[in-house]
């Protein structure tokens, strides 16, 4: 039951996933955000958001960070504050990377994988990665400003089998 034209506000998307056996290397998996303008939508980000950079107005958050997994609910967390972004801004990715540190490293080898994009109490869409078992990196959620101004979720869930640092340059093409 949407109301007519009711686009998203705040976005919550969290993440969650099982640490790796005892004496493996860690699961290090991230949250990440790239915010394209209005003009160029799948050209490069104006900015990127992830554990060690953050938006320069502060709509975007990553508010809960690990490198491991390990602990009770979620691992990670990032809010998206949709009704401050600037109107300069037209689309906006949220991303799940795998860190490739300790070799080659796949949503298969991660147990308990599961990412939800929630407002409030509503739930907008969920995913446990098991389609993407090669992928090292994912886009799981898209939203988009339609022409009356208001933000749109799309549910996505694309696969890309890269490093982090490329993933990001190349979220944003398709
Ligand atoms: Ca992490």
């Known amino acids: 039951m949407s109301s007519l034209n009711k686009g998203v506000g705040k976005v919550e998307v969290s993440l969650r996933w099982d640490p790796s ?7 290090d998996l991230d949250i990440v955000a790239a915010t394209y303008t209005a003009e160029a939508p799948h050209g490069e980000p104006a900015y990127v958001v992830h554990f060690d950079s953050r938006s320069p107005d502060g709509t975007i958050n990553l508010t809960r960070d690990s ?20 109107p300069t801004y037209g689309r906006v990715l949220v991303g ?11 949503f298969g080898d991660v147990a308990n994988t599961l990412v939800k994009v929630t407002e409030g109490h509503t739930a907008l869409g969920q ?3 098991a389609g993407l078992p090669t992928a090292t990196a994912a886009v799981v959620a898209e939203f988009v ?18 490093e982090p640092q490329v993933f ?3 979220m944003g093409s398709d």
């Open 127 to 129: 995913d446990d990665f």
């Open 67 to 86: 490198k491991t997994g390990q602990g009770f609910g979620s691992d990670e967390v990032m809010t998206l504050e949709f009704e401050r972004l600037a």
């Open 168 to 170: 990001i340059s190349l």
């Open 145 to 162: 400003r339609g022409d009356t101004g208001e933000w749109q979720f799309r549910e996505v869930m694309r696969g890309y089998d890269t």
């Open 21 to 27: 056996p005892l004496g493996e290397a860690p699961h």
């Open 96 to 106: 799940v990377v795998i860190q490739q540190r300790d070799g080659h490293q796949v």
